[in-house]
């Protein structure tokens, strides 16, 4: 089991569907993250959120919104999306940013799988 | 400019062999290094990290890597391969508050 909560583990959707991505961590860290990550790559950084606020946005396309309302939940949400877009996307969380949190690692959620017809 | 290399796109070893997943770096500062591991349909997760200290890191289930900064590598090792091991590694390196993965190398153990 991974501490951070991705939910839901799978979405199918239209093109010109809207939908939300949630993620949920209670381990008390204050840096989170979604990556997009497409078969056996990397992920790719997305967003990056420090104290609720958004810290990095690694020029994603405006189709993509993200949300953090509170310090546990990270919200991805999802309109007019292209079949590009389909991949795995995960949510990662870390104590923190800045000086002196650089040995903390990430913490990933199981991510979800994401198809666009 | 940092980056991360990982020059294996797989690595194939026998149960119970040493193995090795290679990863080299390149990066101004020091450099804060990581291991992660993916199983299918899972997310990345975390083996172990260098700071600073000692060169040889240990970390879970039995991985190791040992830091070269002559060479600027971060290898990935275990002693003894289980075929539970099989799985996605990727090498990342942290710096001005983002983690670069590296391209991941497929380590494929077999009985």
């Known amino acids: 089991d991974t501490e951070v909560t991705q939910t839901p583990k799978h979405l199918v959707m239209g093109m010109t569907n809207k939908k939300s991505l949630k993620c949920e961590q209670h381990?008390?860290?204050?840096?989170m993250y979604w990556y997009k990550q497409k078969a056996k790559k990397p992920p790719e950084l997305m967003f990056v959120?420090?104290?609720?606020?958004?810290?990095i946005n690694e020029s994603v396309p405006s189709r993509f919104s993200p949300e953090c309302p509170n310090s546990s939940l990270l919200n991805l949400h999802l309109h007019a999306l292209q079949p590009e877009d389909s991949a795995l996307y995960l949510c990662?969380?870390?104590?923190?940013?800045?000086?002196?949190?650089?040995?903390?690692?990430?913490?990933f959620g199981d991510g979800t799988r994401l198809s666009i017809l | 400019a940092q980056s991360v290399a990982q020059p294996e796109d797989q690595v194939n070893v026998a149960e119970g062999n040493p193995l090795t997943v290679k990863c080299t770096y390149s990066?101004?500062?020091?450099?804060?290094l990581f291991w992660y591991v993916q199983y299918p349909n899972r997310g990345l997760q975390f083996l172990l990290k260098?700071?600073?200290?000692?060169?040889l890191v240990k970390g879970s289930y039995g991985f190791e890597a040992e830091f070269n900064k002559s060479q600027t590598s971060f290898h990935l090792k275990k002693p003894s391969a289980l075929v539970s091991d099989s799985a996605l590694y990727f090498c990342?390196?942290?710096?001005?508050?983002?983690?670069?993965f590296g391209s991941g190398t497929k380590l494929n153990v077999k009985p």
């Open positions: 990662a969380s870390s104590q923190a940013l800045g000086v002196g949190q650089s040995n903390q690692p990430q913490h």
């Open positions: 381990m008390g860290h204050r840096a």
């Open positions: 959120y420090s104290y609720e606020k958004l810290s």
């Open positions: 990066v101004s500062g020091n450099p804060y």
């Open positions: 260098y700071i600073t200290g000692d060169n």
């Open positions: 990342a390196l942290y710096n001005f508050n983002k983690f670069y």
